[in-house]
């Protein structure tokens, strides 16, 4: 395996280093806002922080502005690199990103 070729019957170990994850003071819940551009609407499904369970039905609005005032007050533009990667996917036209709610903000969510 010195040229750098892969042989059969050898599996590749690739590592990957976890980043630590630390909650924000005041976060009860994190969840994971998956958005998407259809028409002339954005459709908004929430889930568990896994992705995998869904965890109320789509919300649609309008504007892609009320989708980023809803990141905004969910405390998901904590950084430059967050605020950067969702403009990023609303203008391509998809993307999720982690809501970081108090425990008022997802009762509303789910009751919703």
Known sequence: MADGKHSPGRSQVRR???LAFSRLPN???????RFERK????????????????IRET???RS???????????????????????????????GSILLNLTSEQYNKLIAA
Do not use: P
């Open 64 to 94: 892609s502005e009320t989708v980023v005032s809803l990141a905004m007050r969910g405390g998901a533009i904590i950084n430059y690199e967050n605020r950067v990667r969702l403009y990023r996917e609303m203008k391509i036209g998809h």
């Open 16 to 18: 990957v280093q976890l």
């Open 39 to 54: 028409g002339n609407r954005w459709f908004c499904d929430f889930y568990e922080s896994s992705g995998v369970a869904r």
């Open 59 to 61: 919300l649609i609005y």
């Open 27 to 33: 976060v009860a819940q994190c969840v994971l806002l």
